[in-house]
């Protein structure tokens, strides 16, 4: 078996279309290694069976996979140990004990009832949002809008700023910060290029946290994590994390989700017009853009012991990257897997992981996912690429999140109006 095939996880080419590679490497290496920034190897896992067994097996695998966890830091600048000590923290970096803490304390903000309730919310939120696209339509005579910018940043980003309480003028910050840590690689390099950024973000995190605590108190998600008191209660810098980890997952997943699932859809006609001739598809049809291709490319895991994964044996402290998007693909659980089958029944895609890291905010994005493309079709029919495909752009890997800067669309406005 190849263990060492010629992989570039970094390549933009590969970032655009890492199908054909993951394609090739679950049949000839689905466990190989590959080169990380860090100048580190680590185990590349495409099966979807071994991507499955580990992301369950919380014993010989641990998710306290950053370099900084593995006591093999080197020197770094205070602002660069913040952006480790940011990623250090976070809910979905850390094992039990310390992740049953931290998931216990938010997942009372994901209950099934709390996120049905927010439906007429995103509803409303989603048409407003197409409204703007169309009044600046009338103005400029240029039925055209940019996807991401337009729509699917704003709406997630929206309603997690609603639900942890910050101020909505505070939007286009977010989106800096997030633009910048996407790109994170979780190598020192890497660190101290953003430390800047994340100096600015940790500052405006904690004066958020102290008019929570002292002054602005509300009936929202932040306002209830710095409230908590006694044992298991958060530390100032576990306060910082937690904020971040819960905006950067409660948007950043979702924007990737409607951004990509768009562009598969008019990648394939077909299933377009199908959706749009038939709504009463949308569950089943999100469920498959999260499989075909979905946001979340890989998750990281450390191995804790020395371990055999397909044949290939792994060394104890060796890091092991879980190709979610490769497992999606794979023939041997997902018939004609390299087809957009937006009726597929049996999908038991990965792209929310498993076990006790499965996403906390899946029913949520879900949900806006859902919203988000039902509207887009009933309100912009027609929709088709301003661009040439081949001009579309991808954000830089940061070996997490796949997902595009910009969608530019052309459609017919005013077809169908908001109700």
């Known amino acids: 078996m190849i263990t060492k095939p010629e992989v570039d996880l970094f390549d933009p080419d590969f970032n655009a279309n890492p199908h054909p590679t993951y394609r090739r490497l679950r049949s000839e290496a689905p466990v190989c290694r590959v080169p990380l920034p860090d100048r580190r190897e680590a185990w590349l896992v495409t099966r979807y069976d071994d991507v499955l067994s580990v992301l369950r097996d919380q014993t010989r695998f641990s998710t306290r996979a950053m370099l900084s966890q593995t006591g093999e830091l080197p020197e770094l600048s205070p602002g660069a140990r913040n952006v480790m ?31 049905g309730s927010l439906r007429p919310y995103i509803e409303n939120l989603a048409n407003e949002l197409l409204d703007a696209v169309e009044k600046r339509v ?12 337009d729509f699917a940043f704003p709406l997630p980003v929206t309603v997690i700023m609603r639900l942890l309480g910050i101020p909505l003028q505070d939007r286009d910050n977010l989106r800096r910060w997030s633009n910048a840590l996407v790109k994170f690689d979780r190598s020192p390099r890497s660190a101290e290029a953003l430390a800047p950024e994340v100096g600015e973000f940790i500052d405006y995190v ?18 209830a994590l710095v409230s908590q008191g006694g044992e298991g209660s958060l530390t100032e810098l576990e306060l910082v994390s937690m904020t971040f980890g ?3 997952s409660g948007h950043e997943t979702t924007t990737h989700l409607v951004g990509n699932g768009v562009l598969s859809l008019l990648d394939h006609p077909a299933e377009l017009a199908k959706l749009g001739a038939n709504p009463s598809l949308i569950a089943r049809a999100v469920e498959e853009l999260l499989r075909y291709d979905g946001p979340v490319e890989v998750r990281r895991r450390l191995a804790t012991t020395d371990v055999d994964l397909d044949g290939v044996p792994i060394s104890r402290g ?10 999606n693909r794979d023939p041997a659980h997902f018939p004609h897997p390299e087809e957009l089958d937006i009726a597929r029944l049996e999908n038991p895609h990965l792209a929310f992981g498993r076990g006790i890291h499965a996403c906390l905010g899946a029913s949520l994005a879900r949900l806006e996912a859902q919203i988000a493309v039902t509207t887009l079709l009933r309100r912009m029919p027609s929709l088709a690429l301003a661009v040439p495909h081949e001009r579309l752009n991808w954000r830089p890997s940061g070996l997490h999140l796949r997902g595009l800067k910009a969608l530019p669309l052309r459609f017919s406005s005013g ?5």
Request: proline share 9%; hydrophobic share 45%; glycine share 2%.
């Open 415 to 419: 077809a169908y109006p908001a109700p």
């Open 318 to 327: 060796s890091l092991v990257l879980l190709s979610v998007a490769a497992a």
């Open 85 to 115: 000590s940011l990623f250090d923290l976070f809910m979905s970096s850390n094992d039990p004990p310390d992740h049953t803490r931290l998931r216990t304390l938010v997942q009372r903000a994901f209950t099934p009832r709390l996120i």
């Open 206 to 223: 904690r004066t958020l946290l102290d008019s929570k605590r002292r002054r602005d108190p509300h009936d929202d998600l932040l306002t």
């Open 138 to 149: 009338v103005e400029t005579g240029e039925p055209t809008m940019d996807l991401i910018a």
């Open 246 to 248: 819960l905006i950067f």
